[in-house]
């Protein structure tokens, strides 16, 4: 059997690439990038010239057979995606499975991932929370939001520049301006930044000052005070 390695790759700065991830992907028989263009500039940066091979949520389905056949045979694979870890909010998990009900060994190296510093960074409590990624773009968005309405966790999203404003909108609506929030954008890039304060604050300031780059966004969970307070 072959063994297939899961490479979190930087969500910004080059150097935030560790030095076991360039080892396998230099050792690696098949490197699987989501875009290979992308991955390209990365690849060369770190003179890694293995075979690239274009895998994505657009034809892992079609592909994921014969890559698994691969590491049966014995081949070392390894998958990486455009930014940060495959899986999260990215394609992997079908071949991760795949590979896993083949009985193939499969290794998640640890390394960059954009939540885990915006949470970290927000000043809200990261010991329990909750990930939800994108939320869906039209149908279920609404029932989405209000069935988290109540979650008493701290509450993660992922979310473009153009649909941001949009996002604290509605997060405001179902949730209430006054929940504290920050938008963390551009992780560990020259123009990072966090805005925080409350959801009414955060968008009040992008209202005045233009989205750009991608958003992670961090909102406290309901407090389990606030039932009460309302009743009296």
Known sequence: MGLLYVVPTPVGNLEDMTLRAVRILREADLILAEDTRTSGVLLKHF??????????????HGTSAAIVERLKAGATVALISDAGTPGISDPG??????????????????????????????GLPCDRFCFEGFLPQKKGRATRLEAL??????MIFYESPYRVLKTLQQLAEHFGGDRRASACREISKVHEESVRGTLDEVLAHFKETEPRGEFVIVVEGKSRTSGKQADK
Do not use: W, Y
């Open 93 to 122: 998990f079908f071949l991760v499975r795949e590979a896993v009900n083949a009985g193939v060994e499969v290794q998640c190296l640890p390394g960059a991932t954009a939540f885990v510093p915006a949470l970290v960074s927000s």
């Open 149 to 154: 309405k109540d979650e008493p966790r701290t």
């Open 47 to 60: 003179d890694i010239k293995n075979q690239l091979m274009s895998h994505h949520k657009f034809n892992e």
